[in-house]
């Protein structure tokens, strides 16, 4: 039976997600919510609209694969979700997400692509960028 899965690209003022169904493996940007208190109500909605199964969350190392200050917040907030949701927390490592995105960003612009049009569209990018990578992997 395929399930619905849910990648998330945290970030201080946005967090981007992005959705994939198990049986089709394929990642796509679903949307970009502000990181305020909105943010766990608009989720929740989210969560039970798709029936989702479980949360892929990207976890910033830098190159060397050490953590930082941004990776704290981000296991802080895998807590959250875990206590908010019970559902299953994987993380997946997310150097040069961000940079691909800005990447396909830039090339669907070039392209004249609608949904290029707003930079935020970036953050779901990352998301679906950091999905499909757990989907390629397992």
């Given amino acids: 039976m395929p399930e619905y899965v849910l ?3 945290f970030g201080t003022k946005r967090i981007g ?12 940007p679903l949307k970009v919510l502000n990181n ?10 989210i969560i039970a609209e798709w029936q989702i199964k479980q949360l892929i969350v990207g976890l910033p190392l830098d190159m060397d694969g050490e953590e930082q200050e941004v990776t ?3 296991k802080n907030f895998g807590k959250k979700l ?4 019970d559902l299953p927390i994987i993380y ?3 150097r040069l ?4 995105a800005e ?3 830039q090339l669907q612009r070039a392209a004249g692509a609608s949904k290029a049009k707003n930079k935020q569209n970036i953050d779901a990018m990352a998301a679906q960028i950091i999905l499909q990578s757990w989907l390629d992997y397992h």
């Fill in 36 to 45: 305020n208190q909105q943010f766990w109500q608009e989720l929740q909605q």
């Fill in 7 to 9: 990648g998330i690209d």
């Fill in 97 to 100: 997400s961000s940079f691909e």
């Fill in 103 to 105: 990447r396909q960003f």
């Fill in 82 to 85: 875990k206590h908010q949701f």
């Fill in 17 to 28: 997600l992005a959705v994939a169904q198990t049986l089709t493996r394929q990642a796509n």
């Fill in 92 to 94: 997946v490592d997310e």
């Fill in 72 to 74: 704290r917040q981000v």
